[in-house]
Structures are given as C-alpha cells and as structure tokens.
C-alpha cells in the first residue's frame, strides 16, 4: 500500500510537513534518506541505521544489477530479507549511474547500451527491464527509469532527452504491474530550460504517478540556478503527492529543498565525507584528522546526543583515522548521519511550529552560511 498524507504547508514558505505510509512502515516528511548503493550504508549494521532514526534507505538497481545480481537476491527472498532491513527501501532506476559511471554507452529509444564499469561487459537496461530489476528487489518506491541530462547541456539536447524520457516513463507505467507492494515515482526532467521543466511536469503529472522525483539536478550547477529551476518546478507538482529531489543533502541544500516544497532528498555525502573525517557539527564542517584536535578531548559537536559524540573525543577519534582504524569510519558516519536526520526532525518540528524560516536563519549563522 502506499498513502501520502500532507498534513500543513507553511504559511510564510512552501515547506510542508506530510507521512508516508508504506507495507514496511511510516515515513515522515520532509525527510533524508542515507544511501545504500550495494545494499548497505557503508559502515553501518541496520541496528545503528535504526538507533540513528533512519526511516528509509536507499539502494540501487544499476550497482545490485551488476553485483551480485538480481538471481541471487530473488533467491534470498528480495532486498529486504538480503540486507535484513525491514522498513522502507527506495531504488533508483539505473538511470543515473548508466550515465554517471559507464562508459561507451549508446542511448537508443529503445534502452541503453552501455559496458560494466566492473569487467567491461556488454549491458543493456531498458525502462522494462529496470522495472522488472526493481520488482525483483522488491523496493517499497521505484523510480522510472530516465535519462539524468549532463550539465551543461543545449536547450536541443535537454529537449530531445526530456522526450524520450516522457517515452521511457509511460512504458514504466505500462510494465509495472506490482502495484500494490511497490509504488512507482516519475522523474521530471528539462535541465535548466524552465520552458522544458513545465512540459515535463506537465505530462509527468497527466500520467498519475503516485509521486514525482526532480531529477537532473544536483549535477554540478550553482546552488542559486538549482534553486531557481526547483522553485519553478514544484510549483507544477500536485500538492497530494511527495516531491523527493534527487541527489542533494548538505544542510544548505536541505534547507533551501525544503523552503521551496520539496518533502525528501538522498545524499551519499554524510556517509562520504565522514569516511575520509569530515565532520558535520553545528559550527560547521571540521576535518577531525587536522593536529588542532591532537589533545581535545570534547565531543564532535557538544551540541549532538549521538552514540559517537556520547561515548568518545575529538582526540581519539582524531587518533582511529590516522592510524586508519575502521572504527573511526564508523564514528564519523553515525555522528553525521544522525546529525542530518536530527536536523530534519528539527525542520519538521519547525514547520509544526510555524518557524521554520527562523529556525533556518538560526542554523546558517551559526553554521557560518550566508
Ligand atoms: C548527486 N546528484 C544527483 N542528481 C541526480 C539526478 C538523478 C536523476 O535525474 N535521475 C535518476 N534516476 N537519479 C538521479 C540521481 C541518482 C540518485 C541515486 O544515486 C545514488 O547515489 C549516488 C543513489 O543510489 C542509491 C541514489 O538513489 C536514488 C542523482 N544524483
Ligand atoms: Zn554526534
């Protein structure tokens, strides 16, 4: 089943507060959700993801599709039973990373051509065949599968691309069959050509998605010129069903999805910087492994009640990453990973309260934003 309740929109921005209801659980709106491209959040045991207070995790069909393969994770019962996580899972497509990390790849109306970026073998993923992967999964939300235009691109290449992607998404609509356990989202489209993001939320929209994502953004443009094509964006997009941007999770970003209508959004970037010891803290990014911290016994962020900041200080974990002890990955992944889902609790919390906006500015001048 799958049910969208928007419960309040804000008075003095579009930010809105909402729930999800999926088979595997509840989802409160706006949300963050860690990425789990090979079926884990690097670092993280589903108990920790739990304890930090993800809500859903996302994994992904191209990476799954290659290793280890959709046989052995139909034998294992789905995505759910394989990696032993029993609330939501959102897959992508295929889209993104067909043309994010192979190379030689041939778009033809039909599909995608394109070889492994692991043995260089020939693949070919069509929206039939990216349904069927993501039925096998057995993901609660499903993307269509689309085409994730390069930035920059010329208003005749996004045209061309935002069209067949339009194609792509009514054959998805039209193969998927799974209704009741899995719920299909379209992907709107256009670049940073707002004459092509309304005809793509338009026609998106005529087709009766359960819920739209805003793809093609988050690819390398100004934080400002993103802003503008999603404020425009969103204002096509039914209020009665979830808006997820794509790709975007720094507290900046976040905010700004979130002040211009956006209800969730995905990010590798907690998890990817943490692994290298860039910390997210109230004050700001620090990077843990720099000599000032050698004898700072305080927490990461004394403002932060995680299992990391309770437990240990700066100078130990400072320690594990420079003698590149695991443990410090670990460390810093639940430390920054609990720190965005705890600052979407406070955006939900501040949209209850008619506040957000003040609670915005709060965190950036703090933060050291603009
Ligand atoms: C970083 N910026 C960014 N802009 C994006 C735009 C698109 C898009 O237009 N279409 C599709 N299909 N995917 C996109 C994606 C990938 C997100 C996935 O990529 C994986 O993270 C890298 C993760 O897989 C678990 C996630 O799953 C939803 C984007 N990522
Ligand atoms: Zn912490």
Known sequence: MFKFEL??????SKARLGKITTNHGEIETPIFMPVG??????????DEL????SQIILSNTYHLFLRPGTEIIEKAGGLHK???WDKPILTDSGGFQVFSLSDNRKITEEGVHFRSHIDGSKMFISPE???????????DIIMAFDECAPYPASHEYIDNSMRRTLRWAERCKEHHKNTDNQTLFGIIQGGMYKDLREISAREMVDMDFKGYSIGGLSVGEPIDLMNDILDFTTDFMPESKPRYLMGVGSPDYLFEAVERGVDMADCVLPTRIARNGTVLTHNGKIAIKNALYKEDFSALDKECDCYTCR???????????NVDEILGMRLATIHNLYFLLDMMKNIRESIRGDYFLEYKDDFYKKYGYK
């Open 311 to 321: 437990n240990f200080s700066k100078a130990y974990i400072r320690h594990l990453f």
């Open 37 to 46: 491209t090979r079926a884990t959040v690097k670092t993280m045991t589903p």
């Open 82 to 84: 394989f990696m032993n």
């Open 7 to 12: 419960l309040k929109t804000a008075k003095d």
């Open 129 to 139: 065949k990216s349904i069927d992967i993501q039925n096998i999964l057995g993901s």
């Open 50 to 53: 739990k304890e930090i207070g």
